[in-house]
């Protein structure tokens, strides 16, 4: 079984930063694709960014979020800068896993940090 466990939210500034951490653990052969996604209240969830070989981002967070990612550690980042109001939200990390060999790919989530932004 596999967990993904994210840190690193809290309630920060406008302008200001936050980096957020999620940490894979459990039955893991391989990882392929790790990302981020957020729901604000009375919205959908929607993507942030995510990696494999590169980074991809929406459009709303490109220039002050970046993703990356740490695989002997099986970690995904989310650097957040000049933050805004509006990335107000809880962020759920995202993992494509396969639990071991020859079985199939998992779509596993976190459960989520509250990322709060303050004008």
């Known amino acids: 079984q596999v967990q993904l466990v994210e840190s690193g939210g809290g309630l920060v500034q406008a302008g200001g930063s936050l980096r957020l951490s999620c940490a894979a653990s459990g039955s893991i052969f391989s990882i392929n694709a790790m990302g981020w996604y957020r729901q604000a209240p009375g919205k959908q969830r929607e993507l942030v960014a995510t990696?494999?070989?590169?980074?991809n981002y929406a459009d709303s967070v490109k220039g002050r979020f970046t993703i990356s990612r740490d695989d002997t550690k099986n970690t995904v980042y989310l650097q957040m800068n000049s933050l805004k109001p509006e990335d107000t939200a809880v962020y759920y990390c995202?993992?494509?896993?396969?639990?071991?060999?020859?079985?199939?790919?998992?779509?596993?989530w976190g459960q989520g940090t509250q990322v709060t932004v303050s004008s």
């Open positions: 990696i494999t070989s590169g980074p």
């Open positions: 995202n993992a494509y896993i396969r639990p071991s060999w020859g079985k199939p790919w998992d779509d596993c």
